[in-house]
């Protein structure tokens, strides 16, 4: 038995009628996840999915919208059907003082009173930073430097020179 009520876009999406384009988004996009066919493949889940892609193609359009809004001036308001808004916005209340939301923060007369730490004399306990220390120059000497390796390499040369010498002359 199909119910013969006007279509109501605002209802089937389940927004009042001042919704923004980005409300609009986001329930389509709620409720085309919600009643996709391919996730609930029956009649009933796919006619749901026709009413959802309907009201969005008419509240999409900024000209259908409007169009729509004069042809039914009383859609998306409280007596707009099952699924239109039935309640106010939530809006709370706010708070008359900030001791209301931070009640676990000192009075300035008990911050005053606290007692206060010295800094501690020396190196601190912990580096600042998680970066290893940078490794200090060591003091350079003759036998880091590359002459040390040209003479030994020039020695090597002498003894075999020396040798092959050695090796014609015997």
């Given at each position: 038995?199909q ?11 389940g ?27 029956t ?54 003082t ?28 912990a ?44």
């Amino acid at each position: 038995m199909q119910s013969h009520a006007p279509f109501d876009p605002y209802a089937v999406l389940g927004l009042a009628r001042d919704a923004t384009p980005q409300q609009v988004a986001r329930a389509h996009r709620r409720l085309a996840k919600q009643f996709h066919p391919d996730l609930h493949p029956t009649e009933a889940v796919a006619e749901r999915m026709r009413h959802v892609n309907e009201a969005w193609s008419i509240l999409s359009s900024a000209h259908a919208r409007a169009e729509f809004d004069l042809a039914h001036p009383s859609a998306g308001t409280r007596s707009g059907g099952h699924w239109a808004a039935t309640r106010p916005p939530i809006r709370p209340a706010q708070p008359t003082t900030t001791r209301t939301w931070a009640t676990w923060r000192a009075t300035a007369a008990e911050t005053r009173s606290a007692p206060r730490t010295a800094p501690q004399s020396g190196p601190p306990a912990a580096p600042p930073t998680r970066r290893p220390q940078p490794i200090e120059p060591m003091e350079r000497t003759f036998l880091d430097s590359g002459w040390a390796a040209l003479l030994v390499a020039i020695g090597f040369l002498i003894l075999l020179a020396l040798a092959v010498v050695a090796g014609k002359l015997a």
